[in-house]
Structures are given as structure tokens and as C-alpha cells.
T-cell receptor, first 112, second 108 residues
Framework: NAGVTQTPKFQVLKTGQSMTLQCAQD?????MSWYRQDPGMGLRLIHY???????DQGEVPNGYNVSRSTTEDFPLRLLSAAPSQTSVYFC???????????FGEGSRLTVL | TQLLEQSPQFLSIQEGENLTVYCNSS?????LQWYRQEPGEGPVLLVT?????EVKKLKRLTFQFGDARKDSSLHITAAQPGDTGLYLC????????FGTGTSLTVIP
């Protein structure tokens, strides 16, 4: 059972470069979200989506874009990476607005 | 600003000891969840509490939701090395907010 799959697992960028973190789920979940995890700060919500074609901002959306063209995929785009975006990023999904969140294994991003 | 504050941030105890982790907020949540995260992995759900004053037990773990639905606690009895990990509370409001996390190390 794949669940939530994130790629890549590790990435090093230079300041100003762009990249996309991929997230795919095979559970037919309507709700998908992106979090960043930094030491001492738990998980902070970046963007979320309640269905294909619908996205909204979370707590820390600046510097990130998302789109949801299919139920399965929810990519996170960094248009111009900054050192402050060095973090571990987690994608998560769940069936409805409430309930258990299922997480991917994370993507560790370093911006030099 | 973190909506949910957890304490302590770090906890290192000997096997067999008891411990309590706290999750506090000034906001009211419709439900609260606890997750555990191991290194290199995503968080995994332990429990969901939805009613003020609710107590749930999961083997040696006891979870309580505050009467006002603003806070929660996790108590572990006779901790084991397998309990080592990062414990995160998460509250359901207009969004889903995670706490600051408690890193637990249980020493054999």
C-alpha cells in the first residue's frame, strides 16, 4: 500500500533557484495539505486543498505555490528559494475535513 | 505565533518511569489529535479526542481533553524505549494546527 508518496526525499538548492516537491496519494482523499517542520516549531501548514481545483493558504504560505489538477496529486512549488525555506516538508491527506491525517515520509530541503 | 504550545519541549527519562506531556492553547478546538513521529518518518495518529473532559486509554498511554476543549495531556505509564519519539498534538479549528512538539527519549 503506497499511501502518500513524496519526491524527492532530499534536495539541495541555491538561493534563487526554483523547484517542485511532488506529492501523490492513492487513497482517493479529497483533502491534501503541505506542512513544513522546523526544530521547536512542530508542523506549520503551508497550503491545503479540499478537492481538485480548490486550494487555500495556511499559516505560512509566502514563497510557495500549489495547484490541484487531480485528486491524486498536490505539488508544492518554490519559485525562488531562500535559505529560510530550509526545512523538512511533509505532505498529508485525509478523507474529509476532519479525521486522521496520513503523512508522507518527508522531503528534506536545504537552500544554500 | 504558535496556536498550540507543548511542554516540555524535551524529555529524557529512564525506562519504567511515568511522564506527562501537555498541550495548551487559548483557542477552543472541535477535536484534538495526538501523533507520534519517529526519525525520518511522517507523524502517525495515536488518538483523537472530541468531547470536553474525554479520557482515552491506549495500553500504557492515557489521553485527556480539557473540559473547555482548549488543552490536552498525554500520560505514559512505565515508559519503554519503544516510546521514544516526537509527540505532536494537533487541534481542529478553522484549520488544522499542530503543536510545537515534545521530543521523548526513554533510556534503557
Amino acid at each position: 500500500n503506497a499511501g502518500v508518496t513524496q519526491t524527492p526525499k532530499f534536495q539541495v538548492l541555491k538561493t534563487g533557484q526554483s523547484m517542485t516537491l511532488q506529492c501523490a496519494q492513492d487513497m482517493n482523499h479529497e483533502y491534501m495539505s503541505w506542512y513544513r517542520q522546523d526544530p521547536g516549531m512542530g508542523l506549520r501548514l503551508i497550503h491545503y486543498s479540499v478537492g481538485a481545483g480548490i486550494t487555500d493558504q495556511g499559516e505560512v504560505p509566502n514563497g510557495y505555490n500549489v495547484s490541484r489538477s487531480t485528486t491524486e496529486d498536490f505539488p508544492l512549488r518554490l519559485l525562488s528559494a531562500a535559505p529560510s525555506q530550509t526545512s523538512v516538508y511533509f505532505c498529508a491527506s485525509r478523507q474529509g475535513w476532519a479525521g486522521e491525517l496520513f503523512f508522507g515520509e518527508g522531503s528534506r530541503l536545504t537552500v544554500l | 505565533t504558535q496556536l498550540l504550545e507543548q511542554s516540555p519541549q524535551f524529555l529524557s527519562i529512564q525506562e519504567g518511569e511515568n511522564l506527562t506531556v501537555y498541550c495548551n492553547s487559548s483557542s477552543v478546538f472541535s477535536s484534538l489529535q495526538w501523533y507520534r513521529q519517529e526519525p525520518g518518518e511522517g507523524p502517525v495518529l495515536l488518538v483523537t479526542v472530541v468531547t470536553g473532559g474525554e479520557v482515552k486509554k491506549l495500553k500504557r498511554l492515557t489521553f485527556q481533553f480539557g473540559d473547555a476543549r482548549k488543552d490536552s495531556s498525554l500520560h505514559i505509564t512505565a515508559a519503554q524505549p519503544g516510546d521514544t519519539g516526537l509527540y505532536l498534538c494537533a487541534g481542529e479549528g478553522n484549520q488544522f494546527y499542530f503543536g510545537t512538539g515534545t521530543s521523548l527519549t526513554v533510556i534503557p
